[in-house]
């Protein structure tokens, strides 16, 4: 006879918990960031505040994009999520959402995208962020997550699209201020990812990633974190006087920048996985620093 209390029932899939499984696809946190530091760069484009409208479908847009592009890295990665558990319970590994589905929804998310932007602001900003999505799906996805231990130093370029989509938005055209805030986030990328990938070094073992704790110890991944973030600090600062900012995002990314190096150098010390998590946290809030006060420093010193 069955032990009922035994048997494990599935919860029954209502429309809401379907809805959110697709949401889910799009990593909607990962594109909070991205759009953190879009906006901010259509105010240094514009030297002031952008029309509402063009705000709202670029941000609209772009994050049509990401979501496509986090939907085709779901799709490919669904065979190495269902060994790590910090994804074994994404939507394509535990079946709320089918493969075909996933597939189909980010072509969808990637037309309207790519439809959006080129009808309501500027072809230039549309082919961006497709070319941003073919990167992220090919070269990172495909190639290199598998078989590089640069995989997310080369693959951060895509992460990066978004200030030239932002910038583009605004001029329709791109200039060495996007340029320089791309070399930015590519720059940020490796000791903003690496810190999380310490702590789940073992994950990216078992589905034989080679990210760089896994084929590096710790220590040695620290070690270059600090390199990259020593470039991060020296490229925000030096993107006040490239974009004419003033001293209010001048003294923020220098502070910024010295207070990540030191949680980076910390790590060298400590190079636990508790530390490493620290080392993640403020790499995001150094991002949001950097760029909210590039716009205050706009708004304030353009007298808006």
Known sequence: MTDVSAVTIAPPRTFATKVGAFVALTKPRIIELLLVTTVPTMIVAERGMPAGWLIVLTVVGGTLAAGGANTFNMYVDRDIDALMDRTKNRPLVTGAVQPRQALVFGFVLEIAAFALLWAGVNLLSAALAVSATLFYVFIYTLWLKRTSRQNIVIGGAAGAAPV?????????ELAIEPWVLFALIFLWTPPHFW?????????????????????????????QMIAYTVLVAGVGSAFGPVAGLGWIYGIAAGVAGLVFLA?????????SAKRAMKVFGYSI????????????????????
Do not use: C, Q
């Open 263 to 271: 949680h980076t150098t910390m790590l060298l010390k400590d190079p």
């Open 285 to 304: 809030t150094y991002l949001t620093v950097v760029f909210v006060a590039m716009a205050v420093d706009i708004l304030v010193v353009e007298g808006f």
């Open 195 to 223: 810190a999380l990938a310490i702590k789940y070094a073992d994950d990216y073992r078992a589905a034989d990633v080679p990210m760089m704790p896994v084929v590096e110890s710790a220590r040695n991944t620290a070690i």
């Open 164 to 172: 030239l989509i932002g910038w583009s938005a605004v001029t329709n």
